[in-house]
């Protein structure tokens, strides 16, 4: 089974600094997808990014950017020129590429944004 | 196109009661998933659904949970007997049939209070 980690429960950062959020995962297969999910007090689910293991180039969203490192098996987001609506709740996720499309979460790091 | 639509957003219920959470995917979509976010938690998978049919429900309790995903309607998680530890979010996420995309799109999220 896949599993996925989220070592920082909390972060924070000055605005218009930059933040990375650590994520580490396990799992045996080759292909698969990873994603970044915001979740602000609203509690809605927000796709951030998302990166395909087969390729090598790292994902970026405007501000948001990923460093994924296959080998090792991690997946770090990095926010850039944080704003204050960047403060939520981060969550990584793994996907299998293959059949149907459970994802699993880690357990969240709470991102504050600092005025 | 209407997003993933779930109703009730909130919902209370005393212990012993029922609970019904309805989701509606988005349009076109025939793949549906539940999730329950336990407080300080990350999304946990319970059940993979397309119509009619239960794909996978390795997640969900083996007692007083049910889900379904008949022809025509929403789907419907169900729990019976509710339990204070029943208190979470529940989400829903939907994807189109397989093969079309690699995204699974999240509603609002159900509240669920046991009290």
């Known amino acids: 089974a896949q599993t996925v980690t989220q070592s920082q429960p909390e972060m924070s950062v000055q605005e218009a600094e930059t933040v990375t959020l650590s994520c580490t995962y396990d799992?045996?297969?080759?292909?698969?997808?990873l994603f970044w999910y915001k979740q602000p007090p609203s509690r809605q689910m927000i796709l951030v990014i998302r990166?395909?293991?087969?390729?090598?180039q790292n994902a970026t969203e405007n501000r948001f950017s990923v460093n994924f490192q296959k080998a090792a098996k991690s997946f770090s987001l990095k926010i850039s020129d944080s704003q204050l609506g960047d403060a939520a709740m981060y969550f990584c996720?793994?996907?299998?590429?293959?059949?149907?499309?459970?994802?699993?979460f880690g357990t969240g790091t709470k991102l504050q944004v600092i005025p | 196109n209407a997003g993933v639509m779930q109703n009730p957003r909130h919902l209370v219920r005393r212990r012993g009661q029922e609970a019904r959470l309805r989701c509606s995917p988005m349009k076109g979509h025939s793949h549906v998933y539940w999730y329950r976010q336990l407080p300080e938690e990350g999304l946990k998978f319970m059940v993979y659904?397309?119509?009619?049919?239960?794909?996978?429900e390795s997640g969900m309790p083996k007692e007083r949970f049910s889900a379904e995903f008949p022809k025509e309607g929403p789907s419907i998680l169900r729990i019976q007997q509710v339990v204070r530890g029943d208190s979470a979010a529940y989400f829903c996420?939907?994807?189109?049939?397989?093969?079309?995309?690699?995204?699974?799109?999240f509603g609002p999220g159900t509240r669920l209070t046991v009290t």
């Open positions: 990166q395909e293991a087969y390729k090598q």
């Open positions: 799992t045996s297969e080759s292909d698969y997808y």
């Open positions: 996420a939907s994807s189109p049939p397989k093969g079309s995309s690699t995204e699974q799109y």
């Open positions: 659904l397309q119509k009619e049919n239960i794909i996978d």
């Open positions: 996720a793994y996907r299998s590429s293959g059949g149907y499309q459970k994802v699993t």
